[in-house]
Each structure stands twice: as structure tokens, then as C-alpha cells.
């Protein structure tokens, strides 16, 4: 079975400054994803970044990006030039490959609450 | 629809009742999955439907946990005898399962509150 870690439960940050969210994760698969999803207030999942496991290089999404390092089973997001609106949970997701199945599940961590001070 | 819909937003029960949270998938989304989420912790998994095929019901936490889909329309997930763990938020997800990655649509959920 897969696990995901998110060892931060809150973490803070000025405005305009960058913040690196953690997360690690266990599995015996060889091909798989990793994803970062936002939820504000409003409950809604929002997708901000996702990972191809077989793909070296980082994703990066306008001010989001990662750093995947698949030796060590960390997915890491960064947020620069922080702004109000990214104040949120952040939840790192792992799904392995698709199956008829499986389908998409996705295994989810536990969260990292961020607030964007001004 | 626009998005995936799912109602009631909030619902309050007492111990012992019934309980249908419904969830409307984007139209044309074969995949549709259920996850709880307890206060300030993460999404776990309930159940996932694919199609007509039978559905992985390998989430459910307990026999007062079942879901229904007809067809690739609306579900319907359903709790008996409601305890005070159920109380989460109960969110769906759909995706049109025509890749090998999907992104998953999520609804805003039903926050559901045991007395």
C-alpha cells in the first residue's frame, strides 16, 4: 500500500516572500504521480501542480513548483512571490498507474495548513 | 453540468439516523469516486465506480457504508445508524477515464455533522 507524509501540519508566510511545503511518500511502484492539490475555505479541490514519476525534470505552474526527488520519495511544492489567495490546506497526493480497476485513486496526506500574512 | 455537484452542502443529523449524500458527475465522466474527510486531516478513500463494472467498495469503513450509481449518472451514498465518527466532509470526485492519467473533478462536498 502507498503512503504519503506531510510532516508540517501549518506553516506561515510574509507576502511576496517563498514558502517550500514537504512531503514523502512509500510505495513499491515504478510508475506513478504525484500531485499537489489546494483547498480553500470553500472546500473545493483545486489541482495546482502534478509530477510524471518517470519524468527527471521538476513540474513547474506560473509561481509553483517542485522539487521530485524519486530516490528519495520526496515531492517538495514551492510557492514564490506569495499572495493572500494562496492561504489554504495543501494536500500532496501520490496515484499509481491507471488501471480499469484501480482507476484514479488517489492516497492523500495529511495536510498542510498555509496562511499568507500581509 | 458545469461542475460536479453535490447536495446537501451541510447536513445535521442525530445518532442513529439515516443519512443520502448525493453527488451529480460532470455529464460524460464514466469515473466517479467517493472520499471522507475528517476535520483537519486528509481525503481518504471510499468507493469508486467505473461504468457498468462492479464498483471497488474497498474504502468503506464499515457495513452502515453503501453507495449507488445508476449507470454513469448520479450517486448516492448512503449511511445507516449515524454515529458521531461519521461526522467529515463527503466529497466526489469525477473524471472521464479515456487516459492513463486522469484529473480528477472534485465537488465542494457535504459537511455532515452527527449529534
Known amino acids: 500500500a502507498q503512503t504519503v507524509t506531510q510532516s508540517q501540519p501549518e506553516m506561515s508566510v510574509q507576502e511576496a516572500e517563498t514558502v517550500t511545503l514537504s512531503c514523502t511518500y512509500d510505495t513499491s511502484e515504478s510508475n506513478y504521480y504525484l500531485f499537489w492539490y489546494k483547498q480553500p475555505p470553500s472546500r473545493q479541490m483545486i489541482l495546482v501542480i502534478r509530477?510524471?514519476?518517470?519524468?527527471?525534470q521538476n513540474a513547474t505552474e506560473n509561481r509553483f513548483s517542485v522539487n521530485f526527488q524519486k530516490a528519495a520519495k520526496s515531492f517538495s511544492l514551492k510557492i514564490s512571490d506569495s499572495q493572500l489567495g494562496d492561504t489554504a490546506m495543501y494536500f500532496c497526493?501520490?496515484?499509481?498507474?491507471?488501471?480499469?480497476?484501480?482507476?484514479?485513486?488517489?492516497?492523500f496526506g495529511a495536510g498542510t495548513i498555509l496562511r499568507v500574512k500581509s | 453540468g458545469a461542475g460536479v455537484s453535490q447536495s446537501p452542502s451541510n447536513k445535521v443529523t442525530e445518532k442513529g439516523k439515516d443519512v443520502e449524500l448525493r453527488c451529480d458527475p460532470i455529464?460524460?465522466?464514466?469515473?466517479l469516486y467517493w472520499y471522507r474527510q475528517r476535520l483537519g486531516q486528509g481525503l481518504e478513500f471510499l468507493i469508486y465506480f467505473q461504468g457498468n463494472s462492479a464498483p471497488d467498495k474497498s474504502g468503506l469503513p464499515s457495513d452502515r457504508f453503501s453507495a449507488e450509481r445508476t449507470g454513469e449518472s448520479v450517486s448516492t451514498l448512503t449511511i445507516q445508524r449515524t454515529q458521531q465518527e461519521d461526522s467529515a466532509v463527503y466529497l466526489c470526485?469525477?473524471?472521464?477515464?479515456?487516459?492513463?492519467?486522469?484529473?480528477?473533478?472534485f465537488g465542494s462536498g457535504t459537511q455532515l455533522s452527527v449529534l
Open positions: 509530477q510524471e514519476a518517470y519524468k527527471q
Open positions: 497526493a501520490f496515484m499509481k498507474q491507471r488501471t480499469m480497476e484501480y482507476g484514479n485513486k488517489l492516497v
Open positions: 455529464s460524460g465522466h464514466t469515473a
Open positions: 470526485a469525477s473524471s472521464p477515464s479515456t487516459g492513463l492519467i486522469e484529473k480528477l473533478f
